[in-house]
């Protein structure tokens, strides 16, 4: 099984700030690879897949990348709005299909 | 647009079966496009996939689970379900139902509210 691991799993940062999430598969994955962000008592949203296609209506602040065993989601500048917990995704149709541990992100 | 909505008990003792529906409004689940799954979060916890069913009735399982669950669908009423046997604490969790969208690289892009199951007695 594909195992994914985010770094960080915390991150404090200011309105404004540019962040970078990585996650680091097991085995090589090419780009089958989805960021999810998920709010407090919601369920989780997507936000990029196949690594670095920005899903519609997604602001373009967010972006993906990465091939293989490792990705990033940046966001360029955070907004209020953008903290949250930020989750992985290995895309496929054979399972089991993971998800990285997450990575809460906070206001500073 | 496409709406899931979870149903179900929000209690289950210890031992018993969980079981949970699934309603599908706003697009129909008979489409070879798409897997229908569920997915779950433990409090303060990550996500844990499942398992995805077809509109034919094929599943997939997560083999952690996979010898206590079933997936199964009834596509007049546009409706799948989750039953999780022998259930202990470590089942409590938010559960939700998604869709899988084959043509989008098999992302989980519509997704339920989610439905909190706790296991206590």
């Known amino acids: 099984d594909i195992q994914l691991t985010q770094s960080p799993s915390f991150l404090s940062a200011s309105v404004g700030d540019r962040v970078t999430i990585t996650c680091r598969a097991s085995?090589?994955?090419?780009?089958?690879l989805a960021w999810y962000q998920q709010k407090s008592g919601k369920a989780p949203k997507l936000l990029i897949y196949a690594a670095s296609t920005l899903q519609s209506g997604v602001p373009s602040r967010f972006s993906g990348s990465g091939s293989g065993t490792e990705f990033t989601l940046t966001i360029s500048s955070l907004q209020p709005e953008d903290f949250a917990t930020y989750y992985c995704?290995?895309?496929?149709?054979?399972?089991?299909?993971?998800f990285g541990q997450g990575t809460k992100l906070e206001i500073k | 647009q496409l709406q899931l909505q979870e149903s179900g008990p929000g209690l289950v003792k210890p031992s018993e079966t969980l079981s949970l529906t699934c309603t599908v409004s706003?697009?129909?689940?008979?489409?070879?496009?798409?897997?229908w799954g569920w997915i779950r979060q433990p409090p303060g916890e990550g996500l844990e996939w499942i398992g995805n069913i077809f509109y034919t009735g094929g599943t997939y399982y997560n083999p952690s689970l996979k010898s206590r669950v079933t997936i199964s669908v009834d596509t007049f009423k546009n409706q799948f379900s989750l039953k999780l046997s022998s259930v202990t604490a470590a089942d409590t969790a938010v559960y939700y139902c998604a869709r899988l969208n084959i043509q989008l690289w098999f992302v989980n892009d519509y997704w339920g509210q989610g439905t909190l199951v706790t296991v206590s007695s």
């Open positions: 085995q090589g994955i090419s780009s089958y």
């Open positions: 706003g697009g129909s689940i008979s489409s070879s496009n798409y897997y």
């Open positions: 995704q290995h895309l496929t149709s054979y399972p089991p299909s993971s």
